[in-house]
């Protein structure tokens, strides 16, 4: 079965440089989550699309924007990286926003600032 | 403010013994709960979920039990095997403003020693 594909799956940036992360739901699924995990920490939210339009907000810094095209594919986007961005980043995506159906996860991308 | 707790950051079992990880909440908000299992260099696989309407909820090997009144959700596998050795976490979940927020314990490394 097809599941949440992220990309990429490892990313070095320097400080105060920018980063794209992507994230390909599993098909049909129409809603998207960020979650962001640092070392030794439960994953935080950070942002959640639903049909491509911003659902709700969690603990995303300014820096950060983030959309959902209209291939449901999401991007984040982190500008004027910090050494305190480094974590994985996480997508998940379920289908309907207003359901209790469970989110799936993808693998991650582990972005590290040096 | 941690509105999802597991506080046993680690718990080792023998194996085919029963293995019980346990989490604690704040919001009586949360409704629905999850149990998401996590191996390195993964993102975090579903693994079972329980309505708040619900006291127990039974998949194979794996069983979560719901205590509204103590605010108290357990996840009892057994019998426990070795590749059941990975971070659980817990995740609670509400419906906000149409938006699902899933809110994550710090989760706990299970260890099944042979």
């Known amino acids: 079965a097809a599941g949440v594909i992220q990309s990429p799956r490892h990313l070095i940036k320097e400080k105060r440089e920018t980063a794209t992360l992507k994230c390909y739901p599993i098909?049909?699924?129409?809603?998207v989550y960020w979650y962001q995990q640092g070392p030794g920490q439960d994953p935080q939210f950070l942002i959640s699309f639903y049909e491509k339009m911003q659902s709700d907000k969690g603990s995303i810094p300014d820096r950060f924007s983030a959309q959902q095209f209209s291939d449901y594919h999401s991007e984040l986007n982190m500008s004027s990286l910090e050494l305190g961005d480094s974590a994985l980043y996480f997508c998940?995506?379920?289908?309907?926003?207003?359901?209790?159906?469970?989110?799936?996860f993808g693998p991650g991308t582990r972005l590290t600032v040096l | 403010d941690q509105q999802v707790k597991q506080n046993s950051p680690s718990l080792s079992v023998q194996e085919g013994r029963i293995s019980i990880l346990n989490c604690d909440y704040t919001?009586?908000?949360?409704?629905?709960f999850l149990w998401y299992k996590k191996y390195p260099a993964e993102g975090p696989t579903f693994l079972i979920s329980i309505s708040s309407i619900k006291d127990k909820n039974e998949d194979g090997r794996f069983t979560v039990f719901l205590n509204k009144s103590a605010k108290h959700l357990s996840l009892h596998i057994v019998p426990s095997q070795p590749g059941d050795s990975a971070v659980y976490f817990c995740?609670?979940?509400?419906?906000?403003?149409?938006?699902?927020?899933?809110?994550f314990g710090q989760g706990t490394r299970l260890t099944i020693n042979p």
């Open positions: 995740a609670a979940s509400t419906i906000i403003q149409g938006a699902q927020k899933l809110v």
């Open positions: 098909p049909r699924h129409d809603t």
């Open positions: 998940a995506s379920k289908e309907g926003s207003l359901s209790y159906n469970e989110q799936f």
């Open positions: 919001n009586s908000m949360f409704d629905y």
